[in-house]
């Protein structure tokens, strides 16, 4: 009897443990870096970029030990978010494999008006927390920004700094020209970026200082 008492009593304090070194797991808490706005977003910081020569390949592309031609660019998330769960599900696995790339947008997860708020809420918090994570790691990061509807204005312009070199994609804003207009428009009086770098062919009608990279050139990695 004594030894069954013992043995449930050392199973309920290794129990309390686990619960409280979970409890206080940064991976859990994803609290480690200043924060930025309404919902506490980690903030990505402006970093100096050398904005000449801006080339992107795809994360779906990007592979350990890379050749050398494909490191000197940066890295995109424009794909679909299946392809690139891992950055945030599993940060530290991924570092190796996208730390030997110039620099990277931080992570697109996607954002669509029929998700409710707490999905698109959550969408821009894990974009801003790998961006923060790899900063903290010395990677250089350009914050990606997306939005839907003007809803969704009061939150996702959040966790960026002022005057940051930025980066959007236009792959299937075609169809509702009127709406990404307004979001674009919206992002410029809000944080004023330095840069934009436009993932695809930019409409006429938007203003800044506009990097348009192909999204063709940019499947064409070197292999």
């Given at each position: ?58 994360c779906s592309d990007a592979k350990f030990n890379d050749r050398d031609e494909n490191k000197m660019k940066g890295v995109h998330f424009f794909v679909d978010d299946y392809r690139f769960e891992n950055v945030y599900n599993n940060p530290d696995r991924t570092l190796g494999k996208y730390s030997q790339y110039r620099f990277l947008l931080s992570p697109d997860f996607s954002m669509y008006a029929e998700m409710n708020s707490w999905r698109q809420i ?102």
């Amino acid at each position: 009897m004594m030894i069954l008492q013992v043995c449930l009593q050392f199973t309920i304090f290794m129990s309390i443990r686990t619960s409280v070194e979970k409890r206080n797991d940064q991976l859990f808490l994803r609290n480690g870096f200043k924060t930025h706005g309404k919902y506490n977003f980690s903030l990505i910081k402006k970093q100096a970029i050398t904005l000449d020569d801006i080339e992107l390949i795809a994360c779906s592309d990007a592979k350990f030990n890379d050749r050398d031609e494909n490191k000197m660019k940066g890295v995109h998330f424009f794909v679909d978010d299946y392809r690139f769960e891992n950055v945030y599900n599993n940060p530290d696995r991924t570092l190796g494999k996208y730390s030997q790339y110039r620099f990277l947008l931080s992570p697109d997860f996607s954002m669509y008006a029929e998700m409710n708020s707490w999905r698109q809420i959550e969408s821009v918090a894990k974009n801003r927390w790998c961006g923060a994570f790899w900063q903290e790691h010395g990677l250089i990061v350009i914050p990606t920004i997306s939005w839907s509807d003007a809803l969704s204005y009061d939150f996702c312009f959040d966790g960026v700094e002022q005057n940051s070199v930025v980066a959007i994609g236009m792959i299937g804003c075609k169809t509702d020209k009127r709406a990404f207009m307004s979001g674009y428009n919206e992002m410029l009086n809000r944080i004023h970026p330095e840069a934009v770098i436009c993932f695809g062919t930019p409409f006429q009608e938007m203003q800044g200082n506009l990097i348009p990279v192909d999204y063709m050139k940019s499947r064409k990695v070197v292999r």
